[in-house]
């Protein structure tokens, strides 16, 4: 077998055709029609000779998200995912969805304390609820001082005295355990 003639490989000419492309060949300075939005002004500006830039006072306009009207269930959220995936999606829809917001917190709550010791993550929680249960006040019109009975969940100071006082022990044993390994280790 011989190989082949290099100028023959150069001479070859290979069609391809250009009808079969995958990419668009419209001017890319046209508008997109998929484009959906509003132009942001740059916060930079030309200096006064024009070479020089001038930082600008920049105030960033709030931009509404708009929540689907489709129904979203909870339930299949927390069925689908566990540990910190649920956390950080209740969270997020806590931040996103005012609707859901109160039943997210109230749901982030409770699977924190049966399936967590995460104290931190606890009480940022309750934060946000007490901030979501005093607007509910203020905008009811009923005064704070009243004894107003509802049925969002108080902070459970025996389960964070608890899990705190877990987490310590743990954290004791386990530092006991690495100081002995790192004692008894390959020198």
């Not at 998929?34 to 006064?48: D, K, T, W």
């Not at 708009?66 to 909870?74: A, K, T």
Request: glycine content about 4%; charged content about 20%.
């Amino acid at each position: 077998m011989s190989a082949p003639d290099p100028d023959e490989a150069m001479d070859a000419h290979v069609e391809e055709p250009i009808d079969d492309t995958d990419f668009d060949l419209n001017n890319a300075n046209e508008v997109d029609d998929e484009f959906v939005g509003q132009p942001i002004a740059s916060p930079l500006l030309p200096g006064e000779n024009g070479s020089a830039l001038q930082k600008m006072p920049f105030v960033p306009t709030v931009v509404q998200n708009v929540v689907n009207s489709v129904p979203f269930d909870l339930e299949a959220i927390r069925n689908n995912y566990t540990g910190y995936g649920l956390i950080n999606r209740l969270l997020f829809i806590a931040d996103n969805c005012p609707p859901l917001q109160k039943d997210s917190l109230i749901m982030l709550i409770n699977y924190i304390v049966e399936h967590t010791s995460n104290v931190q993550v606890y009480l940022a929680a309750h934060h946000r609820l007490n901030a979501l249960r005093s607007t509910s006040v203020d905008s009811a019109g009923v005064s704070a001082d009243m004894n107003i009975v509802d049925d969002l969940p108080r902070v459970n100071s025996q389960w964070m005295d608890a899990t705190t006082a877990k987490s310590q022990a743990r954290l004791d044993v386990l530092a006991v355990e690495f100081k002995r390994q790192k004692e008894e280790g390959v020198k």
